[in-house]
C-alpha cells in the first residue's frame, strides 16, 4: 500500500500534530480498512480533501463538516484513537459488553502520541538509568 498525503494530512489536522510519520500513517490506515471502515474512510478523506479545496481548514470547518455526520465521526474518532494510543476500538463480543481495544504491532503501542502528551515514556521502555523514575522529566 503506498503512502496516502490525504490521509497523513487528515491525521496531522485531528490529531493537531505536525510531522507524522508517513510509514505509520500507511499502516494505520491499512489497520482502519482491515477493520472494515474503508467505505466511511474514504468518504472522511473525500470530505477533507473538499474543505482543503475550499480551503478551509480551520478547526470550526473541520468539526462542523467532520463530525455533524455519524459515519464521518465515528471514523474520525477511531483515527485520534488510533493515533493516540495505537488502539481501535472494536464492537463488544456480545451487547452490553465493554468495546474491544484492538491493538496493532507493538510498535504502534511504542510510537502512541499518548506518551509524548503526558510527558512519560511507555511502560517498559525507559531507557533511563536505575531510579530515574524518582526525578522529573527533564525534558
Known amino acids: 500500500m503506498t503512502i496516502n498525503p490525504h490521509f497523513v494530512e487528515l491525521s496531522e489536522a485531528l490529531t493537531g500534530v505536525a510531522g507524522l510519520s ?3 500513517s500507511r499502516e494505520y490506515e491499512a489497520r482502519l480498512r482491515a477493520e472494515g471502515m474503508g467505505a466511511a474512510l474514504d468518504r472522511l478523506l473525500a470530505a477533507y480533501v473538499s474543505l ?3 480551503g478551509r481548514l480551520d478547526s470550526d470547518s ?3 463538516h467532520l463530525f455533524d ?3 464521518l465521526r465515528d471514523v474520525a474518532e477511531q483515527l485520534i484513537f488510533l493515533w493516540y494510543s495505537s488502539a481501535i476500538i472494536g464492537a463488544p463480543p ?3 459488553a465493554r468495546p474491544l481495544l484492538k491493538f496493532g504491532k507493538p510498535e504502534h503501542h511504542f510510537r502512541a502520541l499518548m506518551w509524548d502528551v503526558i510527558g512519560a515514556h511507555p511502560p517498559a521502555l525507559s531507557g533511563g538509568y536505575f531510579g530515574h523514575w524518582h526525578y522529573p522529566p527533564e525534558n
Open 94 to 96: 456480545v451487547p452490553n
Open 62 to 64: 473541520l468539526e462542523a
Open 52 to 54: 482543503k479545496a475550499q
Open 69 to 71: 455526520d455519524a459515519d
Open 22 to 24: 508517513a510509514d505509520l
